[in-house]
Structure formats: C-alpha cells, structure tokens
T-cell receptor
Framework: GESVGLHLPTLSVQEGDNSIINCAYSNSASDYFIWYKQESGKGPQFIIDIRSNMDKRQGQRVTVLLNKTVKHLSLQIAATQPGDSAVYFCAENIFDKLIFGTGTRLQVFP | DGGITQSPKYLFRKEGQNVTLSCEQNLNHDAMYWYRQDPGQGLRLIYYSQIVNDFQKGDIAEGYSVSREKKESFPLTVTSAQKNPTAFYLC?????????????FGPGTRLTVT
C-alpha cells in the first residue's frame, strides 16, 4: 500500500476505548473545518465537518469540537474499532481553499 | 454511481518525460483540485479550478500544468521541469455555490519517476 505518513505522530488505543485526535489550525479567518480519514493507498475520506459559527458537531460515533479562542480542533471517536485505524487529517478552509494538517496516525490494538 | 475517478493507479516514467494524470468526476461539481502528498506531510495544493476554462495556481504549481476544457475533467501534466515528481497525486472536487463544502477525493495516482 501507499506509505503515507511514515513519521507522523501516532495515537495508540485499545479497541473499545475512546480516541481523541487534536489539531491546531493557523488562521483565525478560517470559516470551515473538516476531518478526513485516509487508509493506506487510498484517497482521503470525509468524516465530519464544522462551520466556524459552531462549537460542537456530532455524527455517528464521532464528535468534532472547535475552540476558536485557541484555534484548536479535535476529533473524538467513541468505542474505537480496528477499522478506525488510519491517518486522520484536519483541514481548514480559507478563501475557498483547504489547508491540511500533517496528520495523526491512529492505531487500534485488540 | 456518482464519484471521482483517477487513472492509472500506478504510473512509472523515465526522468525527462512529461506525464498526464487523469481525473474525472460525475458529481456535477464546479470546482476541482489537484494535490500532492509526500510521506510524513499533509496534502499540498498544486492547481485548482472553479469553472470551465479557468484555473489558478496553488502553493506548489511549478513544474505542473492543467487544463479544464470540460466540467467533468481536470487532467494534470507533470512536466520534466518538476524537480521531484515522485509522489502520490490526489484529485478532488466540490460544490462551491453557497459553500464552502467538503472536497471529495479520488483514489489517487502513485507516480514514480526514475
């Protein structure tokens, strides 16, 4: 498969635990944020998004929190499963362009 | 099925040759994007287009060229002027009216130049 993220920060969690992946964004003018999941050798897959007028948004087993004061975004995954193992990227939208973070590798062990 | 396709999945070229990567979408999206991804890094924007027959440079456009003759298609040419072309290339598309919205990604093309 594609060797994406060889030197990424890694979060290791046990199956069934909750995972929290953090992201610091750079521009206070960013108005929209997205979390993507990327499995080895594949294109990024949309997980959840949030607009700058919100603090929290929930999806199925995932929650995104936005703290504009400190320019921080987090992704919470409940009851982490082996299929959640991947690299997770946050992205901020500014002037109709997405700027991506470097990613965090999530490893789920039994 | 609606989606975005890239071909081929793997591509090998000799140094000094130009190569064109294909990207097609049937999502009726106005905007299309090309990114480059290297190990340990996030995605970096090469070119993007928000309307047919118009496109803009991204952060790393040098050594690349694009065209947008049809709404559905946004091919990327990696020219011999690109100093380090070996990478994973990702194409994406999105709606833009009333947005911003998420970008949908294709499966990617792994280009190896030797």
């Amino acid at each position: 498969g594609e060797s994406v993220g060889l030197h990424l920060p890694t979060l290791s969690v046990q199956e069934g635990d909750n995972s929290i992946i953090n992201c610091a964004y750079s521009n206070s003018a960013s108005d929209y944020f997205i979390w993507y999941k990327q499995e080895s050798g594949k294109g990024p897959q949309f997980i959840i998004d949030i607009r700058s007028n919100m603090d929290k948004r929930q999806g199925q087993r995932v929650t995104v929190l936005l703290n504009k004061t400190v320019k921080h975004l987090s992704l919470q995954i409940a009851a982490t499963q082996p299929g959640d193992s991947a690299v997770y990227f946050c992205a901020e939208n500014i002037f109709d362009k997405l700027i991506f973070g470097t990613g965090t590798r999530l490893q789920v062990f039994p | 099925d609606g989606g975005i396709t890239q071909s081929p999945k793997y591509l090998f070229r000799k140094e000094g040759q130009n190569v064109t990567l294909s990207c097609e979408q049937n999502l009726n999206h106005d905007a299309m994007y090309w990114y480059r991804q290297d190990p340990g890094q996030g995605l970096r924007l090469i070119y993007y287009s928000q309307i047919v027959n118009d496109f803009q440079k991204g952060d790393i456009a040098e050594g690349y060229s694009v065209s947008r003759e049809k709404k559905e298609s946004f091919p990327l040419t990696v020219t011999s002027a690109q100093k380090n072309p070996t990478a994973f290339y990702l194409c994406a598309s999105s709606s833009i009216q009333g947005g911003p919205y998420e970008q949908y990604f294709g499966p990617g093309t792994r280009l190896t130049v030797t």
